[in-house]
DNA sequence: TATGAATGAGAGTTCATTCAT
DNA sequence: AATGAATGAACTCTCATTCAT
C-alpha cells in the first residue's frame, strides 16, 4: 500500500500541476478563449493527458474553484477553531480570512462567483458538483457560526445568523465583482481593501446591538422595517 | 421624413423582438448553449437577419444587459427627481427600484453582473461598450446622489457617497447572485424581497448618524476602524 | 420610338455608371473581397438595383472585361482601317494600341487575362460568353490581318498570321500580368512601356525577313528602336 | 531521432495526400467552387485534419502553386549545372524544361499564373509568400543566367539578361493561359508544343547576333527548327 | 424602375474530445 | 500513464440573390 498512496500523491500532485497551469493560461486569455491545448502546452502535456485527470473541460475550470473554495475553508475553519478570541476579535479575524482568499487569486474568485450562478454549474459531475455545494455551505455555516457566537455574545441583533451569513458573503462576493467591472471600465487598479474594511466596518455596525459592545447602534427608531427572522 | 421616422421604428420593434427571443432562447438554454440558430428560430427570423442588426452573438447578449440598464436607469431618475420626498422616503424608493429592476428579469440582471466582471465586457465594439460602462455609470451616480442627500440632510454619516453607492450596488448583485446560486444548490424558489429588505436595513443602519433620524446607530464605540471616508 | 431610344441609352448610362462604380470596388478591395453591397453604395444605388442591369455577380465583372475588350476592338480597327500607312507604321501603331488599351486600366486587364483562363468564364450566360468569344476572336483577326500585310508586304517571313497573332496576344498578357506579380513581390513600380518597346522589337526581329526592310534581323537596320539595355 | 524523423517524413507525405486529393478536387470542381470538406472527402480525412497542415484555404491552394515551382527550379538548376552543354544546348534545355513543367500539371502552372498575379497573393501568411517569392525569384535568376551565358557566348545581342529572361517567363506565361483561353472558347485541345517551339525560335532568332552562330537571324541556318506553318 | 430588408444555403474554421500507439 | 494526430460536430458569420413594396 506504499506503492499505492505515492501512485496517489503523485497523481494528485499531476493534478496540481494541471490546475497551476489553467490558471495561468486564463489569466492570460481569459476563461472562454483559453483552450485546452493552450492548457495543456503551457502544463508541458499532451492534451490527451488532461482527460486522465479531469473529465472534461467544465470540470478542469470547475476544479479551480473547488480549491479556492478549499483554501476558504481552512481559512474560516482557523477562524471558528482558534481559541481565546473574544467575538469582537473573530470578526476582525473573518475579514483577514477573506481579504486573503481575495489575494490568494482575484481572478479565480471572479470565477467561483461567475460559477456558483451559472448553468455551467448544473452541467458538471455529480460528484464535482456536490463537492462544490458541500465546500460552499460548509463556509457559510462556519461564517453563520461565527455570527451566531456574535449574536450569543451579545454583539449583535438577534438576527437570523443564518442569513447574517449569506449577506455577508453576497456583500464579498458583490464587491469582488465590482472590483473587476471598475478595473475593466476605469482601466485603473483599485485597491479593495479600504473598501472592504469600511463595508465591514458597516455591516458590523447596522446588526450592533445598540448600547452595547464595540458594534453598538442604537436606539432603534428605524424609519425602514427590519425583520431581523425573516421566515425562509 | 415621416418615412423616415417610420423606419426607425420598424427597425427598433425588430431589434426588440429580436432581443425577446433571445431571452426566451437562454432562458430555456442557458448563454453557452443557445445559438443564433435557435434565436433566429425563435423570432421567426433567418440567422443571416439577426446580424443586420447585431454585430455578433456577444453583442447580442451585451444588448440584452444593455436594455436592464436603460430600465434601472429610468427607474433612479424618478427617485432622484421625485419632488416632495423626505431624504427616508427616498431610500424607500431607492429599494423598491431596484427590486423592480431585479423583478423586471432576474436571469438578465445575472448576465449583466456577469458581463460587467467578464472579459467579454472588453470585446465588445466600443460604441456598445461606452454605451455599457455610461450607463453603469450614470445610475452610479444617481444613488450617489440619493446618498449625498441622505448625508446632507443629517441621516447618515459622512461617508464618501461614491463609496457608499458602490458598496450598495455590490450588496445587490451579490445578493442577486446569490440567490441563484442557492436556486441551483437547493432546487428551490427563494424570494429576495424579504432578505433584500432585512439587507438595507442593515446597511442605512450601519450608516446611520447615532441619536438622530430613522436610521439612528449610536453611541460610537465601534472596535473596527471605519474610516468613513476612505482615500480612493 | 424615340421613347423607346431615350429609354435604352438611359438604360445604357446606368449600365456604365454600375460599371465605374465596380472598377472603383474593386481596384480598392480586389475583385474577390468586393461585394455586390460595396458596388450598390459606391454607385449610389440599391443591391437590388444591380441585378436590374446584370445578371449575377459574375456577369457583372465579366463586363468589366468586356468593356475593355471593346476599347481594344474600336484601335485595333482603327489601327487596321487607317488609310496611308505603311506596314512597318501600322506595326507601330499596333504597340501604342495595346499600350493604350493597358494604360485605359491595368487592373481591369489583369481581371480580363484572368477571367479568360478561368472556369468562370464557362459559367456565364451564353449570350456574354459568346460577346466575350467573339470581341477576343475578332481583336484576334485584326492581328492577324496586321501580320498578314506585314507578311504580304515582305516585311516578315512566312509564319501564319494567325499563330502569329496568338504569340503577340500571348507576349502581351504575359507581360501585364508579371508586371503585376512585380508590383507584389517587389512593392515597387515598375513601368512597362520600355519592357513593352524591347519585347516588340525582339519580337519583329524574331519573325522579321532577312536582308530587307525595317525588320530585318541582319544586318542590323530595325525601324523599330531596341534598345537592348533598357535602364531598369 | 530516429522517430523524429519518420514522424517528419510522415508528415511530409501526409501533406503530400492532401495537396493531391486538393488537385484532384480543383480540377473536377473548379477552384473556386471546390470545398474544404469535398478536399477532405477525397483525401478521406476530416475537415479539422486539413487545418492541421494547412493553415487555411488559400495557403493550401498557394501550396500547390509552390509545389510546381519547386518542380521547375529543380529542372532549371539541372539546365544551368549539366556540365559540357554547349550554349545553343542550354536553350534547347531550357525549352525542354518548361515545357516538362507545363506537362507536370498544366491546371496547377495556370492557377501559379493567376496567383501571381492576384491580391490572394498579398494575403497568404509572409511564410509562405516568401517561399513562393523565393522560388519564383530564384527561377528567374537561372533563366537569367541562361541568357547571360548565352550573350557572354556571343549567341545573342547584349540585351539585359535580366530582362530577357522575363520576357521570356512572360511568353511562356502568356501562351500558357492563352492555350487554356482557347480551349474554354473553342472547346477544343490543342497541343501547345508546337506553338511553344515556335515562339521559343522566334524569340532566340530575335536575340540572336546577325551572322553568326545557330540563333543568326539572317541568312536562315536556324539551329532550332521553325516551322513558319505549323498545323493546327 | 428602384428599393433594401430579408433570406438561407453554405462556407471556413475551431476545438473539446478520443484512441491507437 | 502519456501521447498527439485525428476527429467531426457545431459554430459563427457572409453575401449573392430575391421580392414585396
Redesign the interface.
Known sequence: MGIQERKERERERRRQQIIVAAKRVFSKK????ATMEDIAQEAELSPGTLYLYFKNKDELYASLSLRILQYLNIRLDHVVKEEGLAP?ER??AL?EAIYDVYQFDPLIL?NL??L???????NLSPELFDDI?NL??RSLERITALFRSGIEGGLFET?NPE?LA??F???????V??E??KR??ENDN?FLK??L????????????R??E???????H????????M???
Chains 1, 2, 3, 4 share one sequence.
Open positions: 481569459g476563461f472562454n478563449r469582537a470578526m476582525q475579514k471572479i462567483f461567475h456558483q450562478s451559472s448553468e455551467t454549474l448544473e455545494q460552499t455551505l438576527y442569513v449569506e449577506l458573503w453576497s456583500l464579498f462576493s458583490g464587491m465583482l465590482w473587476e467591472s475593466i471600465f483599485y479600504d473598501t474594511d469600511m463595508a465591514f466596518g458597516i455591516f458590523l455596525r447596522g446588526i450592533g445598540p448600547e459592545g464595540p458594534f453598538a447602534a442604537s436606539p427608531r428605524l424609519g425602514v422595517a427590519v425583520d431581523p425573516p421566515s425562509k
